[in-house]
């Protein structure tokens, strides 16, 4: 009976239905996790092509570059300069022209900064103050990077006071300013006529040395700049040079000018 029983059990009910699968959406997530990180960890090797993407080394070869690039420029102006003398002696063999011609073109050569330039000089020194710096008087934040470091505009105003005071020629570190030289920053570095230089920044021009110092000492962009000189020890310094001799300017001399569009 109870075999009967069970057949009868068994053929009444049947086998027991199989388990449906539930709609689980934690696995599925667990599984796009898993996905999104495969992803980023191909594409990062992908960009770091087996370096080391937290390391400043794109930097260091950018900088070398520019350095590298900075000497190129510094020889190729060397070069032009013995070129330039070389045809200028060439050409007062006998060129044809009066010692009146002579005498207008030399002077105008003076006024372009295109030859050497003898006289009294007033030498202006900045540099960055260091980086540790407090405000040294009461009333003043503590100091931002910005208020630690020269800038372009500290540059020009020193450039155009000494212009206004009378300056008969200027010389940034160790070149010679024309009428088309700019003076740009980036960064902290001072890029001057495809050169690259660092701080301290040497600013000497030729002229009467006591108006050049009064106008320098008139400038309303220095003398915000002597506030954080006075608060933050921002470099300055003014030095009466004696008789020194500026070189003359050696790059190229071609004007560049933008055209309007018709």
Same mark, same amino acid.
């Given at each position: 009976?109870?075999?009967?029983?069970?057949?009868?059990?068994?053929?009444?009910?049947?086998?027991?239905?199989?388990?449906?699968?539930?709609?689980?959406?934690?696995?599925?997530?667990?599984?796009?996790?898993?996905?999104?990180?495969?992803?980023?960890?191909?594409?990062?090797?992908?960009?770091?092509?087996?370096?080391?993407?937290?390391?400043?080394?794109?930097?260091?070869?950018?900088?070398?570059?520019?350095?590298?690039?900075?000497?190129?420029?510094?020889?190729?102006?060397?070069?032009?300069?013995?070129?330039?003398?070389?045809?200028?002696?060439?050409?007062?063999?006998?060129?044809?022209?009066?010692?009146?011609?002579?005498?207008? %073109? &030399?002077?105008?050569?003076?006024?372009? /900064? #295109?030859?050497? =330039?003898? *006289?009294?000089?007033? $030498? +202006?020194? !900045?540099?960055?103050?260091?980086?540790?710096?407090?405000?040294?008087?009461?009333?003043?934040?503590?100091?931002?990077?910005?208020?630690?470091?020269?800038?372009?505009?500290?540059?020009?105003?020193?450039?155009?006071?000494?212009?206004?005071?009378?300056?008969?020629?200027?010389?940034?570190?160790?070149?010679?300013?024309?009428?088309?030289?700019?003076?740009?920053?980036?960064?902290?570095?001072?890029?001057?006529?495809?050169?690259?230089?660092?701080?301290?920044?040497?600013?000497?021009?030729?002229?009467?040395?006591?108006?050049?110092?009064?106008?320098?000492?008139?400038?309303?962009?220095?003398?915000?700049?002597?506030?954080?000189?006075?608060?933050?020890? %921002? &470099?300055?310094?003014?030095?009466?040079? /004696? #008789?020194?001799? =500026?070189? *003359?300017?050696?790059? $190229? +001399?071609? !004007?560049?000018?933008?055209?309007?569009?018709?």
């Amino acid at each position: 009976m109870s075999n009967s029983a069970d057949s009868q059990g068994t053929g009444a009910m049947g086998p027991a239905p199989a388990r449906r699968a539930r709609f689980r959406p934690v696995r599925i997530l667990t599984a796009g996790v898993f996905a999104l990180a495969g992803l980023l960890f191909v594409t990062s090797f992908n960009t770091a092509k087996g370096t080391d993407l937290r390391t400043d080394t794109s930097l260091l070869k950018l900088s070398d570059l520019i350095q590298e690039r900075s000497r190129k420029n510094q020889g190729l102006d060397e070069s032009n300069a013995t070129l330039r003398h070389s045809v200028e002696s060439l050409a007062e063999g006998d060129d044809g022209s009066t010692r009146a011609q002579d005498e207008k %073109l &030399g002077g105008l050569e003076k006024s372009a /900064g #295109t030859e050497r =330039l003898t *006289g009294k000089a007033v $030498t +202006v020194t !900045l540099d960055d103050a260091p980086p540790n710096a407090t405000a040294k008087l009461p009333g003043y934040p503590a100091p931002q990077p910005d208020y630690l470091v020269i800038h372009q505009q500290d540059l020009q105003a020193v450039v155009n006071a000494l212009w206004h005071g009378g300056a008969q020629g200027i010389k940034v570190m160790d070149q010679r300013l024309i009428s088309t030289s700019a003076v740009r920053c980036v960064g902290n570095t001072l890029i001057l006529q495809g050169r690259v230089y660092s701080p301290p920044y040497k600013i000497t021009a030729v002229g009467d040395p006591d108006r050049l110092k009064q106008a320098l000492a008139a400038s309303k962009a220095i003398q915000n700049y002597m506030v954080y000189v006075n608060v933050y020890g %921002l &470099g300055w310094d003014v030095a009466d040079d /004696g #008789t020194v001799t =500026l070189p *003359g300017y050696t790059g $190229t +001399v071609d !004007l560049h000018y933008a055209t309007p569009v018709k």
